[in-house]
């Protein structure tokens, strides 16, 4: 589960915000939806996901081996992009018909826990039908909300830069474990004066990444239940990536809007992009020249502080059939044929089963698998913050606001006081 210049994460935060405050989403118990058991005893649940059509042709070969192996529980799919899904899932979870089980990410966990949406995996690991063992270290953490597990991961992946090698090698700069910020500024300014290419495409307003640079002067971008952040802390922050749009350092907001849904990166009106680590193939999809993934900047040439993020399964407090869902999670997480078939469209794959399953071919995912080997080795990957109900709306907050203030749309000061207040309105809702 994660902010970044991919077509998936924004359209993702355009709806995430959109029809969250306006849905009173019911804390009722019950059946929900069409699942249920035919007279042969078969069991039908309905899964859905969000993504791409490459996506849904691998999640359907790894239904068929699923079915196979559990001749008596059928599933029924559904997908949409990032943002349909998130306003259908809205939907059906206040009318009490959310699909029994689903793609989920961190920042809509506590959201739906709060509105007793989400069931609880830990009786179906107690019963046996679910299992947590064989994952990689840190991963499973990502699913816990107040000592219950909501979500089951099937890929990890953490931030990274993504740099275009080549007009990096024409400026002469080389990306070096311990850089710090000021370093990584530098940089950019010597590939924008040596090449006349912007050396980033818009850092500032990337909330996961502001969450990095919290973390490493020992803040965080949420606690459990707020902003872990002042108002003169973002507005340093931003103040400082408005100076650089200025100076031509950063690559100019109405550019990026041009490009879209193309990455200005991959367009080559960038020359570098935090993003998270397993988006790379995008860019290589995208565009003409050669990427690779770089350290992220530090303070002190030590801390990242980088954690694991990850997509994960979730499951219904309503579905009728918990076992039967537990069953289908444990399969598509732990079975190595899956893990071949999935590779990593959803990120590095979490449990060891398929990690050791899948052995990548390409340059692009050998790259990024040896990124998070690299990182884990560091020792610099800490716990992921908290996301408090409301994550998804103040994601797309801050993704907005600081585009604003790239377009010289609103003044510092004045982002950072809107960004408070809808932030403020977000938990409340």
Not at 19 to 29: D, E, F, P, Q
Not at 285 to 296: F, K, Q, R, T, V
Request: aromatic share 10%; charged share 25%.
């Amino acid at each position: 589960m994660g902010t970044s210049r991919n077509v998936e994460r924004r359209t993702i935060l355009r709806a995430a915000g959109a029809s969250a405050a306006a849905l009173g989403l019911a804390a009722t118990t019950g059946c929900g939806g069409d699942s249920g058991t035919s007279a042969d005893g078969t069991v039908t649940i309905r899964y859905s996901w969000w993504g791409a059509d490459e996506r849904a042709k691998k999640i359907n070969q790894t239904i068929k081996l699923f079915e196979k192996k559990y001749p008596k529980i059928k599933v029924k799919t559904d997908f949409q992009d990032y943002a349909s899904f998130w306003e259908k899932f809205q939907t059906q979870a206040a009318g009490g018909n959310p699909p029994d089980v689903f793609q989920n990410a961190v920042t809509f966990l506590r959201k739906y826990d709060k509105r007793s949406v989400l069931l609880d995996l830990k009786s179906q690991i107690d019963a046996g039908n679910l299992s947590l063992g064989d994952f990689r270290a840190g991963v499973t953490e990502v699913g816990e909300v107040d000592g219950k597990q909501l979500g089951i991961p099937v890929g990890s992946n953490t931030m990274a830069l993504v740099i275009d090698k080549k007009v990096f090698q024409k400026a002469g700069v080389e990306p070096a474990t311990g850089w710090t910020w000021d370093d990584y500024f530098k940089a950019l300014k010597s590939v924008h004066d040596r090449t006349k290419v912007p050396g980033d495409t818009g850092y500032f307003s990337i909330m996961y990444l502001y969450d990095l640079y919290l973390r490493q002067n020992g803040k965080a971008f949420y606690t459990k239940d707020g902003l872990g952040f002042d108002k003169a802390d973002l507005t340093e922050w931003w103040q400082d990536g408005y100076g650089r749009v200025k100076a031509g350092i950063i690559t100019d907001p109405k550019i990026v809007e041009q490009d879209r849904p193309k990455s200005s990166l991959s367009a080559g009106h960038g020359a570098s992009e935090f993003t998270w680590d397993n988006f790379t193939v995008r860019y290589t999809a995208e565009g003409s020249s050669e990427y690779g993934l770089a350290p992220i900047p530090t303070m002190d040439g030590k801390h990242t502080g980088q954690y694991l993020a990850s997509l994960m399964l979730s499951a219904s407090a309503r579905t009728r059939h918990p076992k039967e869902v537990a069953q289908f999670i444990d399969f598509m997480v732990h079975d190595p044929e899956v893990g071949k078939i999935m590779g990593y469209d959803r990120g590095i794959l979490a449990s060891t089963q398929q990690y050791d399953a899948f052995k990548p071919t390409d340059p692009v995912n050998k790259e990024i698998a040896q990124y998070e080997a690299d990182t884990a080795k560091a020792g610099v990957l800490g716990t992921i913050t908290p996301h408090p109900s409301g994550a998804d709306t103040i994601e797309a907050a801050f993704l907005r606001i600081g585009g604003d203030l790239a377009q010289g749309k609103t003044k510092p000061s004045a982002a950072v006081k809107q960004f408070f207040d809808e932030a403020q309105a977000a938990f409340q809702a």
